[in-house]
């Protein structure tokens, strides 16, 4: 006989606890730190914004979103949006989720949210979901992270939104085409301080070796 066997959910920790450390990142302004160090200069003293009971829009409320949820919603008591494309009757009794919408509520969403995480497939309905007119919506000084697929971003439409300083900034764990080449305007050092680029090592874990390693 022949067993078969999947992994879904296997990754959905590791990827949450991205997210939350990516959401950090810019709500805290380590970005920020990093460019002041790099110049050997001291950062003014300034008020930062707190996560805390902040509004996180999950786009794609599979295994890894409601983890997403579940850590967002009981560590720093946030409001959570999710979308989801086929939503069902026990989405709506998950404790950490206010309010649930399909797709075609994206861009209203998007408009309360203060971090938009990505956790979407890819498919045809998926492919540059976020364009020009979505990231249009999105509030001042919102964050956005990508850990679904890179193939949802219209890339361009992202760096002139990031250009334009109307993001805090974008973690992007995957791209449209990886590894990128040296020459993606990805690279450029206009958006360099607003993006944190991971390519595609959030769900890996590191493991102690065992005896047998060593």
Do not use: M
Request: glycine share 4%; aromatic share 8%.
């Amino acid at each position: 006989s022949i067993v078969l066997t999947n992994s879904r959910g296997a990754s959905a920790k590791p990827l949450a606890e991205y997210v939350l450390g990516a959401i950090l990142y810019f709500t805290r302004r380590f970005n920020i730190f990093e460019t002041y160090k790099s110049k050997k200069e001291a950062i003014p003293r300034t008020k930062l914004p707190l996560l805390q009971q902040k509004t996180i829009l999950i786009v794609g409320f599979g295994l890894v979103g409601q983890q997403c949820a579940r850590i967002l919603k009981t560590a720093f008591q946030c409001r959570i949006l999710a979308i989801k494309r086929n939503i069902q009757s026990q989405d709506k009794l998950d404790n950490n989720l206010d309010v649930i919408g399909g797709l075609s509520d994206l861009k209203d969403f998007c408009q309360q949210a203060d971090v938009v995480v990505n956790c979407l497939p890819d498919t045809q309905e998926t492919q540059d979901i976020y364009n020009e007119d979505v990231f249009r919506c999105f509030k001042q000084d919102s964050i956005f992270v990508n850990i679904g697929r890179g193939s949802a971003v219209d890339e361009l439409a992202l760096i002139e939104v990031l250009k334009a300083k109307r993001l805090v900034g974008a973690a992007l764990d995957v791209t449209k085409n990886e590894p990128l080449q040296k020459s993606s305007p990805l690279f450029d050092q206009d958006v360099s301080q607003q993006l944190l680029l991971s390519f595609h090592t959030s769900c890996l874990l590191y493991t102690s070796p065992s005896p047998r390693d060593s």
